[in-house]
């Protein structure tokens, strides 16, 4: 059985130091996504919405890694990537101090060789085990390219994040780069190296990563 670990592989974006920022490329990669918007007034730590749509991300993930794991020709063990996260606010400038109203898209890494017809059988098995819950209507697989990013390893809870984000102008302006999340339509970025349901706070670590540009063509 042939065993394909993009942690492995594409080890370059997943081990930056703390506190410390650097520029990375991100290929265009294959991801299992679900996107939604946390319900006024929440965030989400308490939002129904999102803690649903994680479920079903997770579900799909692991159902489909022991689907290739177990099928009788080209059996794949594809390791389940850390959960990712993107965030944005349409229409206002986001800010990580207030959550609330945010829209999110959730996603996990998976090899070039999983395709649509993979994923819809692996959607098949899993409703027939849960039900035809509204959220696995949401799932997607879907493929892009970050580009160009800044990003650096933030240890401890959420909250702190603007903390560690505080040296990225600074960071950038030495490199002649702007970044892209506010006002110029950028997504706020998150990789969550190990499990955020299980976690204690201050043992968390999260790769924050912001899209950027040189600052000539950003205008």
Partial sequence: METIDLRRDLRHLYRPKPGRFELVDVPELGYLSI????????????????DAALQALYGLAYTLRFALKKRTVDPIDAPVMPLQGQWWL???????????????????????????????????????????????????????????????????????EPHTLAGL???????????????????????????????????LRTILRHPVADRADAG
């Fill in 35 to 50: 996107g939604r918007r946390i319900e006024p007034g929440r965030g989400p730590s308490d939002s129904p919405g999102f």
């Fill in 169 to 203: 102008p600074a960071f950038l302006a030495g490199h002649g780069l702007v970044d892209l999340v506010g006002p110029r339509g950028g997504r706020h970025h998150e990789i969550y190296l190990g499990d955020p349901r299980r976690a204690a706070p201050e043992k």
């Fill in 90 to 160: 349409t229409g206002g400038d986001f800010d990580l101090a207030h959550p609330d109203n945010w829209e999110y898209r959730l996603l996990i890494a998976v090899p070039d060789r999983i395709g649509p017809a993979e994923v819809d059988a692996a959607l098949t098995e899993l409703r027939t085990k849960r039900g035809d819950q509204p959220e696995l209507g949401l799932l997607r697989l879907e493929r892009f390219a970050e580009g160009r990013c800044a990003q650096v390893l933030h240890v401890g809870p959420y909250a702190t």
